[in-house]
């Protein structure tokens, strides 16, 4: 339970500029999820809150307290934080059981016997596990091992619970089965939690509030739906969404406060409240790029008023799902259409685009300059 | 906006006393800071010592040269340099190292490598036990090995006849002694060192590499030559410079078949020059020595690396099919049988039998036989003998107590700071303190162990630094010290080995549980380092247990190991005393061999 607040964090490592300029708040009781392809810096962000890495620049406070402060170079140990982690190697003690595991933390804060006996029988129930507390973790599988270290981590009563790509090491199924645990977790400790990963799915699915990283800087932060219904730039919109987005060069102009586009969906007024305060052009033509999700994309076999004619490129029928690809001039574009449904090859279809769910980006600025609604 | 440089700060009062704290309130900074100091302290300034002292006039040579004691000069560099004696002193001595050094690498080095293959790679039968076989001799001490030769070989010249002299067969100087006795001996204790880089490196090679060649339509021939010879080529030529460098190096061997009929090598002319002075040419040479091994090492360097070059090529072995010999195999398996036969199993035969026999090269009949050598005692002597048998003699059960007591004390000594060592190394790679560890660290490994110990000794037989360092000559604490700083290099090594194993994040998983430095350090790395350490203890153990090359310069009566024992009783012509005492350190490396590899798990392929 507890308010973080990042401010000018910059990181180096030698010359090598990896965190820049990080500005970011979290609230008391989000849980906050950094996303962001490998390498992006935000493990990074994690270390610098966890108190494992200095920054050379910004400050720190939680609760407003002061963690970091590089000027006075003061950097509070991690410890004295009030937090506590999960690695992404799990890093269980391996000569531990699982019992000592839990309990090395609570020893060492000299609590007594029956209290830490308590704590970590009441984290392993809650992690469904107190029938291993005797084993070592070598004896425990992937997923057994995950919840040790979830235990280990709650067992000290963090205000802050830091997770590091902690599923990334377990399968597809028991992946879900976590999720669904760590959000039920995160609902009865309330604790403030900042999980870092690069799986879009797990960010949408788990968070209260996404940090969308690029490159070592912070590119959006919003909720999970915002991210997804308008990421901020094109590189955030290839990023979230699987299919991927449907990505479509147009022109745009300006006209009388309407942003007028065509493209090979056809022409688009959109009117002026839809738009952002991102720069555009004020007259004359320019590049832009529509986006359009595949779901928002409806196929009808019948010719419908101001749905686009297009023929059946491929169709790829998956069961709960058919992803086909449409073909409209030289465009291709995919829709994702819910249950089975079968279609032949250049077979003519309508394409009905909701025109409100559509993205507009300036292709120069790469930003987003018309919001869906 | 972003800046792309790293900023720099105004330095407030508050910011200089966070900055200092943050420094001395982390343990590992200062245990950083004083292996450093200890580092320079047994490295560096002894190397400075040494050499500043072939620069020094010392008290022996007022005789000779006009000035006061602690003078500088040029004598002894010009003594071996440019003197008169300059040929028999340096120039002689270098080529005959150099010569022993360049024939032994020619021998070991194919032939350690055609094992390996042979070993590894093809369907030969009986590979578990012939490949134990082969590795023995590494285990054996090179000493013993060139007394095993003497026991074959000896002949009049130095008093005693040998076993081939028994059987009437003449055996002249030339073979008996000197360079191709020295050669052939150190070929067959070094070629184990290429058959473990090369075994090593073949076992790392996916054989799907060599049947993709197959595919290709190359026969066995071209595999072998294209294909699998380029991928072993790192492990060959590291195995390479390591055997040159460290057979020119070697003390033991090039004394006992040398020696006797004058053939000097870099090592042993050495030790005459420091035994009997002047001790600063002694030195001088000692630093002829090293740079030659520096020289080579960096020479290695430039091609492959030197870190490379000195750690076994490992890996996860891929898929391996082996490849069938077919018709030749009859004859690798016959060429196998008269290596082992040769090389093992006839000369430590003879070794052993000739420690129960009363005069060596008669024979073995009854009345030859006797268990004298091993406990008898002076009046029960057939012929006029000053020792009673081993067993009787309490200069063996000194040098035996002695030899435990070292080896013991010592590689506990190195195996701990190995550890350490190790763990600020891994912890520090990348850091300059990490590299600047390892590269101190490693220099003890570019030193012969007869310069080596040279160093120390011209550092502590005077007291230094106004008695801060306290004159060591002729003390125990001396030749541990000596074995503890020699195995610096390998110790710290499998330290690091260790230490990279212990992930660094459950050590800041216990950060972050609110653990200090010395909480972590009991509770988790000491826990888990504990099997490794117990591995490299028992290597340590091993290899201080035969040394000779190194603790020989410094041996006083009171302070003999059962090497230098058998070294001294072989010098004077108690062969089979001599014997007796090897197949003991033989048996108790055996033993401790097996020990280790039961308690510890430890591999030969490890040790050197």
Redesign the interface.
């Known amino acids: 339970m507890s308010r973080i607040e990042l401010k000018h964090i910059?990181k180096?490592y030698g010359?090598n500029?990896v965190l820049?300029?990080i500005n970011l708040t979290i609230e008391d009781g989000d849980f906050m999820t950094l996303l962001g392809p490998s390498g992006c810096g935000k493990t990074t962000t994690l270390r610098v809150v966890?108190?494992?890495e200095k920054p050379?620049?910004g400050i720190m406070t939680i609760d407003g307290v002061e963690m970091i402060n590089?000027?006075?170079?003061?950097?509070a140990e991690?410890?004295k934080r009030g937090?506590?982690?999960v690695?992404q190697?799990y890093?269980l003690?391996?000569?531990m059981t699982v019992y000592d595991n839990i309990a090395?933390?609570l020893k060492?804060?000299k609590m007594d016997k029956a209290e830490i006996e308590r704590r970590v029988m009441d984290s392993l129930k809650m992690m469904r596990i107190d029938m291993y507390k005797d084993r070592y973790p070598t004896e425990l599988s992937g997923g057994q091992q995950q919840r040790v270290a979830i235990a280990?981590a709650v067992a000290?009563s963090p205000k802050l619970l830091l997770l590091d790509e902690p599923l990334s090491n377990l399968d597809a199924k028991l992946r879900i089965d976590m999720r669904a645990e760590l959000q039920r977790l995160h609902k009865q400790l309330g604790t403030t939690i900042i999980y870092v990963t690069h799986d879009q799915t797990e960010a949408l699915t788990m968070s209260t509030k996404i940090a969308l990283f690029k490159a070592?800087?912070l590119n959006q932060v919003s909720t999970p739906m915002e991210l997804y219904n308008n990421p901020i730039d094109l590189e955030a919109a290839d990023f979230i969404g699987n299919p991927r987005i449907n990505l479509i060069p147009g022109k745009a102009e300006m006209k009388g406060g309407q942003l007028v586009v065509k493209s090979e969906l056809g022409g688009h007024t959109f009117p002026g409240e839809h738009l952002t305060d991102e720069e555009r052009p004020a007259s004359g033509e320019f590049d832009c790029v529509l986006a359009v999700r595949p779901e928002q994309i409806l196929i009808s076999r019948e010719p419908v008023e101001g749905a686009l004619p297009v023929t059946v490129y491929a169709s790829q029928p998956a069961g709960s799902e058919t992803i086909v690809t449409l073909k409209a001039g030289e465009e291709e574009f995919l829709s994702k259409e819910i249950g089975q449904a079968h279609y032949e090859l250049d077979q003519q279809v309508w394409a009905i685009i909701d025109q409100n769910k559509i993205n507009v980006y300036n292709k120069e600025t790469t930003r987003l300059i018309k919001r869906a609604v | 906006m972003s800046k792309n440089t790293l900023p720099k700060k105004p330095l407030t009062q508050k910011r200089l006393k966070n900055l200092i704290l943050n420094v001395v309130r982390n343990p590992f900074n200062m245990i950083v800071l004083v292996s450093l100091i200890v580092l320079f302290c047994l490295i560096v300034i002894p190397l400075l010592t040494m050499i500043k002292s072939t620069f020094t006039l010392a008290q022996s040579e007022l005789r000779r040269v006009d000035g006061h004691v602690g003078d500088f000069t040029l004598y002894y560099w010009k003594y071996m340099l440019t003197g008169k004696l300059s040929k028999a002193v340096l120039l002689e001595p270098l080529l005959h190292s150099l010569f022993c050094g360049a024939m032994t690498t020619l021998i070991s080095v194919p032939l350690g490598s055609v094992l390996a293959w042979l070993m590894i790679r093809t369907d030969i039968p009986g590979k578990k036990v012939l490949g134990l076989l082969v590795t023995v001799p590494y285990m054996i001490p090179s000493w013993t090995k060139a007394l095993a030769w003497l026991a074959v070989f000896r002949n009049k010249t130095s008093g005693a006849e040998g076993f081939l002299c028994g059987l009437g067969i003449p055996i002249p100087d030339w073979l008996a002694y000197g360079p191709i006795a020295i050669i052939l001996c150190m070929s067959m204790h070094y070629y184990a060192f290429s058959y473990i880089q090369v075994s090593g490196a073949l076992r790392s090679i996916n054989s799907e590499l060599e049947e993709m060649g197959e595919i290709q339509g190359a026969n066995k021939a071209q595999i072998l030559r294209h294909i699998t010879l380029p991928l072993i080529m790192p492990s060959v030529l590291s195995a390479l410079v390591m055997t040159i460098s460290k057979s020119i190096g070697t003390y033991g061997v090039a004394a006992n078949l040398g020696n006797r009929i004058g053939y000097y090598t870099l090592a042993t002319k050495m030790r005459v020059f420091i035994d009997q002075g002047p001790q600063g040419v002694g030195y001088a040479m000692s630093i002829v020595l090293v740079g030659l091994a520096a020289l080579i090492l960096v020479g290695n360097q430039r091609i492959i690396g030197v870190r490379k070059s000195y750690a076994t090529v490992g890996g996860k072995g891929g898929r391996s099919t082996l490849m069938p010999l077919g018709k030749a195999k009859k004859p690798m398996m016959a060429f196998l049988f008269v290596f082992l036969f040769l090389a093992m199993v006839m000369p430590f035969f003879v070794l052993i039998m000739e420690t129960f026999q009363v005069t060596t090269g008669a024979g073995y009949s009854m009345s030859n036989l006797t268990l004298y050598n091993w406990i008898g005692t002076p009046d029960h002597a057939e012929r006029y003998i000053n020792y009673p048998g081993i067993f009787r003699n309490p200069e063996f059960s000194s040098a035996l107590g002695n030899t435990v007591r070292l080896s013991l004390i010592a590689s506990i000594i190195t195996a701990f700071c190995g550890q350490f060592l190790g763990y600020i190394s891994s912890r520090g790679r990348g850091k300059w303190y990490g590299n600047l560890t390892e590269q101190l660290v490693f220099v003890p490994y570019l030193m012969s162990g007869v310069a080596f110990s040279t160093m120390y000794f011209s550092m502590f037989s005077t007291p230094h630094l106004g008695g801060l360092i306290p004159s060591l000559y002729g003390t125990f604490t001396l030749i541990v010290l000596t074995s503890v700083v020699k195995h610096f290099p390998f110790a710290s090594r499998s330290g690091t080995a260790n230490m990279l194993s212990i992930s660094v994040e459950l050590e800041e998983a216990a950060d972050i549980a609110g653990a200090s430095f010395w909480k972590r350090m009991t509770s988790i790395i000491i826990p888990l380092a504990k099997n490794g350490f117990i591995s490299g203890f028992m290597l340590v153990f091993i290899s201080i247990a035969k040394e000779l090359d190194l603790i020989i310069i410094m041996m006083t009566p009171t302070t003999r190991t059962l090497s230098y024992l058998a070294f001294t009783y072989s010098q004077e012509g108690y062969n089979q005393m001599s014997d007796a005492i090897s197949v003991v350190v033989l048996l108790y490396i055996l033993l401790c061999y097996i020990a280790a590899n039961k308690i510890g798990g430890a591999d030969i392929s490890k040790s050197w």
Not at chain 1, 70 to 75: F, R, S
């Open positions: 910059d180096f010359s500029h820049r300029d966890s108190g494992l050379q620049n590089a000027d006075d170079a003061y950097y991690p410890s937090l506590n982690l690695f190697s890093a003690w391996p000569h090395f933390g060492i804060q280990r000290s070592g800087e």
